[in-house]
C-alpha cells in the first residue's frame, strides 16, 4: 500500500481546469507541510505549491493566481486546484509530505499522477 496516493490527473483543453487529490495514510505522523512538485521531460522536478499545517501556502510564479492549494489535515489530505491550465502546466504531478516531530524530520513523495494539457 503507497503511504501517499494522487489522483486526479488526466487529459484537459488549454484553458480547462482539474482538481488533484492526494491522501497520505494515516500511518504517516505529525505531517508539518504539503505540497505538489512537478516533473516535466527534460526538466528537473520543480516546486508547485506548499502548504503548512498552519495553512501557510507558497506558489512557484508560473502557477500564481491560477493554481489554489489547499489542505484537510482531519483527513492527511491535500489539493490543488488547478485553472486556466496551459500546455506548459503539462508533467507529472508529485505530492510530497513533511513530518517533523521533535528532532525527528523526514519526506514522503506518492508516486505521480500524469498532467496533459493540450493546446
Not at 501557510?56 to 489535515?73: H, N, Q, W
Not at 488547478?82 to 513533511?98: H, V
Request: charge should be neutral.
Amino acid at each position: 500500500q503507497a503511504l501517499l496516493v494522487e489522483s486526479g490527473g488526466g487529459l484537459v483543453q488549454a484553458g480547462g481546469s482539474l482538481r488533484l487529490h492526494c491522501t497520505a495514510s494515516s500511518n504517516i505522523k505529525y505531517i508539518k507541510s504539503m505540497g505538489w512538485y512537478r516533473q516535466a521531460p527534460g526538466n528537473q522536478r520543480e516546486l508547485v505549491a506548499t502548504i503548512t499545517d498552519g495553512g501557510s501556502a507558497k506558489y512557484a510564479d508560473s502557477v500564481k493566481g491560477r493554481f489554489t492549494i489547499s489542505r484537510d489535515s482531519g483527513e492527511n489530505a491535500v489539493y490543488l486546484q488547478m485553472n486556466n491550465l496551459k500546455p506548459e502546466d503539462t508533467a507529472g504531478y508529485y505530492c510530497k509530505a513533511g513530518v517533523s516531530y521533535v528532532s525527528d524530520e523526514q519526506d514522503y513523495w506518492g508516486q505521480g499522477t500524469k498532467v496533459t494539457v493540450a493546446s
